[in-house]
């Protein structure tokens, strides 16, 4: 059974900076990238960051070069740093498991297609 479990979520000052840890477990092979996605009220879900089996990695344009992922395989975790925050860095932060290998970020309508595997997620909350 697939299970990814995130924390490290929060509040903070715009410009300040928190970090994302996803937890997973029972992931299979069919899994070959690990993602974080978010979601504002109101918003559709969207792709912030993916790393592969491989290490490649792609972000959101919003996100190039304020966040960074990154994956400890020996401890089946993937991290999501995020500097710079912004107000509309605001959202529920999921970790999914899944195969992706288009552009990035993904279509809200494959999602939980190509997704199958989502955490429960973890608030971030950024104000100025």
């Known amino acids: 059974q697939v299970q990814l479990v995130e924390s490290g979520g929060g509040s903070a000052q715009s410009g300040g900076s928190l970090t994302l840890s996803c937890a997973a477990s029972g992931i299979t092979k069919t899994a070959t990238c690990m993602s974080w996605f978010r979601q504002a009220p109101g918003k559709k879900r969207e792709g912030v960051a993916s790393i592969d089996n491989d290490d490649n990695i792609v972000y959101a344009d919003s996100v190039k070069g304020r966040f960074t992922i990154s994956q400890d395989n020996a401890k089946n975790t993937v991290y999501l740093q995020m500097n710079s925050l912004k107000d509309e860095d605001t959202a529920m932060y999921y970790c999914?498991?899944?195969?992706?290998?288009?552009?990035?970020?993904?279509?809200?309508?494959?999602?939980?297609?190509?997704?199958?595997?989502w955490g429960q997620g973890t608030q971030v909350t950024v104000s100025s």
């Open positions: 999914a498991a899944g195969e992706w290998s288009g552009p990035w970020p993904p279509p809200p309508t494959t999602l939980h297609v190509r997704f199958p595997h």
